[in-house]
């Protein structure tokens, strides 16, 4: 008799491999910080500029801090420190 191992080839997604629940769902925007998150590629910064101007003409006293690595993906203090100093975080990458 023969043993087989079978072994997966496919390789874990660096992404996935520090993956943490979605925080449940803020009420509203009213009087909330909002991160604005870029990780530094082409056009990021133009929607997140955007998105920025459109929460500020929808919510009242939305505060918008804007974010950013400077690569991608972004560096674990930038996201930490977004996390910490925001109610909610937008995050966007461009080309």
């Not at 997140?48 to 690595?69: A, C, H, P, S």
């Amino acid at each position: 008799m023969h043993l087989l191992e079978v072994l997966d080839p496919v390789a874990k997604q660096r992404a996935m491999e520090n993956v943490i629940p979605i925080n449940p769902r803020l009420a509203g925007l009213d009087g909330k910080t909002i991160g604005l998150v870029w990780s530094g590629t082409h056009g990021g910064d133009v929607a997140l500029n955007r998105i920025g101007e459109m929460l500020q003409e929808r919510f009242d006293k939305v505060e918008t801090r804007f974010y950013t690595g400077g690569n991608y993906p972004n560096p674990p203090h930038i996201l930490k420190q977004a996390a910490e100093e925001c109610d909610a975080v937008v995050g966007a990458t461009g080309d």
